[in-house]
């Protein structure tokens, strides 16, 4: 049985905890181990690349305009602004589809940003590579304000590296005059031509978060290093002609303007446009019960930075309480921040496709870290894609 890690999460903190779970058919003891990105100090590595060199920023000290690269839809805009206000900087963002979709651009060099926002698995790889600098604690005072449950994440021992930002689940939302009013929360409605084949669904343009899907329905580990399990995945993506679109960033739109029916993606994407639509009541949030992702992003500073300083104010600025909590009342996903509890919106906290109920929280996991089988997801999953 492989160690995996596993969520508990609360209505204002995620607690994580090595749990065992056997998932589908032994696939020789290939499970994936998070890596352990601990450790880097004067440049040595950590089996990996040379680590970039820290700098030394105080409180609140900039050094330029800000260049923030993130995930679509993910930051409020007013936040942005009142960034760039208060410390007297121009604040840009830019966004990215997928974690391979953004290390790809570092690898080829064409990341001018600063603050990078990676999900977990992504964090240790890009560790391992060498691409993000340590962080100075001493400028991001606020990093107190993390829920302690995160504060000693797999992927990043002691927070070196990350901060994180938010946290959250990846689903399906779907249209109830389409499914009928109670839809069994299974993959199926991606996967089973008896549930899917009549309907228009779009599925996430993300290699492991799409072959993830197809692993937990067929029973496998999302974190397989078969290469017979994740082939098995992919063709099962491939035979969903059903599937009108891979998108990462228009799935919630095309649910509610009735362009589909189905659509894979990520909670708060999908609840935050539920929750504005003329007729909430037509569309659910489904949490599948043959096992999901949840995932922690987190705020990261490129090695490459020209403005480390001005990095890590936006960063503290972000692990503010009040600020936290306008950010999560705006995305509609969990915060890890602690201190932000208290201003978060009631309707928020106790929404349980935000902040998921216990029953729920038992199939939840993390996407890690493959090796060398992140090629394999990324190669098949195009190759599935048409």
């Known amino acids: ?16 905890a090595g749990c065992g779970r056997e998932v589908g058919a032994d696939d020789g003891g290939d499970g994936a181990a998070a ?33 923030f690269y993130n995930w679509s839809d993910y930051m409020d805009p007013d936040l942005l602004t009142a960034f760039g206000e208060e410390f007297g900087v121009t604040a840009t963002e830019d966004n990215y589809t997928s974690n391979e979709a953004l290390l790809a651009q570092i690898r080829a ?25 340590p962080l100075d604690k001493d400028a991001v005072p606020n990093a107190s304000n993390v829920d302690e449950a995160f504060a000693e994440p797999p992927y990043d021992p002691d927070l070196t590296y990350t901060l ?19 839809p069994e929360a299974t993959w199926g409605w991606l996967f089973d ?19 993830g899907a197809a692993l937990y329905y067929l029973g496998y580990d999302p974190n397989t290093q078969s290469e017979e399990e994740i082939q098995e995945a992919a063709d099962l993506v491939a035979e969903a002609d059903w599937v009108t679109t891979f998108t990462s960033d228009q ?10 029916e189905i659509g894979h993606g990520y909670s708060g994407n999908i609840l935050d446009n539920i929750y504005g639509a003329d007729d909430p009541d037509r569309y659910a949030y489904l949490i599948p019960e043959e096992g999901a992702t949840i995932w922690t992003d987190n705020m ?30 705006w995305t509609f996903y969990a915060s890890p921040n602690a201190a932000a509890t208290e201003f978060i919106d009631e309707e928020v906290l106790e929404d349980p496709a935000i902040y998921p109920d216990e029953d729920v ?26």
């Open 35 to 67: 890596t352990d990105a601990a450790g880097a100090e004067d440049g040595a590595d950590d089996g990996g690349a040379e680590q970039p060199q820290a700098v030394e920023c105080e409180e609140g000290e900039t050094d330029g305009d800000l260049l």
């Open 193 to 211: 031509p008896d549930m899917a084949g009549d309907l228009s669904i779009s599925m996430l343009d993300d290699p492991r978060e799409t072959i």
């Open 109 to 133: 060099g064409g990341a001018d940003y600063d603050v990078i926002v990676p999900s977990d698995y992504m964090v240790a790889i890009m560790i391992e590579e060498g691409v993000l600098l």
């Open 1 to 16: 049985m492989r160690v995996r890690w596993v969520a508990v999460l609360t209505a204002g903190a995620l607690a994580l």
């Open 164 to 182: 994180p930002y938010q946290w959250g689940t990846t689903g399906i939302g779907v249209d109830l005059e389409a499914t009928g009013p109670d």
């Open 251 to 260: 799935y919630p739109e095309l649910l509610l303007t009735g362009e589909t």
């Open 300 to 329: 990261a500073i490129l090695g490459s930075s020209q403005h480390p300083c001005t990095a890590h104010a936006f960063i503290n600025f972000i692990l503010d309480a009040e600020n936290g909590a306008q950010l999560t009342n």
């Open 361 to 386: 929280r038992e199939n939840l996991y993390f996407l890690e870290n493959t090796g060398e089988s992140e090629i394999l997801y990324t190669d098949l999953f195009t190759r599935a894609q048409g």
